[in-house]
């Protein structure tokens, strides 16, 4: 149980233009989605944090403009990177928790590679 | 603001040695604490978690780890590792006032010669 998929896997794009990355939990309601980018031989930073139906909080430095979260059900949240650029190159990752007992713990996707040239 | 600290960047070990990394955060409120493993090509995975009670924890795959307030360490161990044990091993520390925002090391590779 608790699987959290992400879509796509990896994605190249030039800059300029816009991706959009799908975070899903498949057996569970995820009330609270997170986002975290993961540099190439770095830990995870969190970007924001999102509950459903509620708008997503940011981590101080990170552009909500640029970044947009959308959580509008229990099992998706869409990260989308407005014109990218090469700079925003990365490893996005979701995670999810759930109501209950367990709200403390994460369950991670598997992360989606963003390549900007 | 909150900080994790994993001392030990890379670590190279036989099989059949003993692990032991180290992790000390600074929040000095009540806190959640948890160890991740990331194994090649794979995502994040829970080892294992500390809540409140026993601050022994027992996780998967043979893995420990000890809650020591005072020290404001929560460090892994494993008796015997395996050369399956190789990966990337990451503490996180969530402040319970915060809600549940996790705060991660720096991470620790492993890395288990047969």
């Known amino acids: 149980g608790a699987v959290v998929s992400q879509h796509p896997s990896w994605v190249i794009c030039k800059s300029g233009t816009s991706v959009k990355i799908e975070c899903r939990s498949l057996?569970?309601?995820?009330?609270?989605m997170f986002w975290y980018r993961q540099f190439p031989k770095q830990s995870l930073m969190l970007m924001a944090t999102?509950?459903?139906?509620?708008?997503?909080?940011?981590e101080q430095g990170v552009e909500k403009d640029k970044f947009l979260i959308n959580h509008a059900s229990l099992t998706l949240s869409t990260l989308t990177v407005t014109s990218a650029h090469p700079e925003d190159s990365s490893f996005y990752i979701c995670?999810?928790?759930?109501?209950?007992?367990?709200?403390?713990?994460?369950?991670f996707g598997p992360g989606t590679r963003l390549t900007v040239l | 603001a909150q900080s994790v600290s994993q001392h030990n960047h890379h670590v190279i070990l036989s099989e059949a040695a003993s692990l032991e990394l180290g992790c000390n955060y600074s929040?000095?409120?009540?806190?959640?604490l948890f160890w991740y493993v990331q194994y090649p090509g794979q995502h994040l995975q829970l080892l294992l978690k500390?809540?409140?009670?026993?601050?022994l924890v027992k996780g998967i795959k043979g893995f420990e780890a000890e809650f020591i307030k005072s020290k404001f360490s929560f460090n892994l161990r494993k008796p015997s590792v395996q050369w399956s044990d190789t990966a990337e091993y990451f503490c996180?520390?969530?402040?319970?006032?915060?809600?549940?925002?996790?705060?991660f090391g720096g991470g620790t590779r492993v890395l288990v010669k047969p």
């Open positions: 995670s999810a928790s759930q109501a209950g007992p367990t709200r403390d713990t994460q369950y």
């Open positions: 057996d569970f309601q995820a009330t609270t």
């Open positions: 999102s509950n459903e139906g509620s708008k997503a909080t940011y």
């Open positions: 929040y000095g409120g009540t806190v959640n």
């Open positions: 500390y809540f409140s009670g026993d601050p």
């Open positions: 996180a520390v969530n402040e319970r006032a915060a809600g549940n925002k996790l705060t």
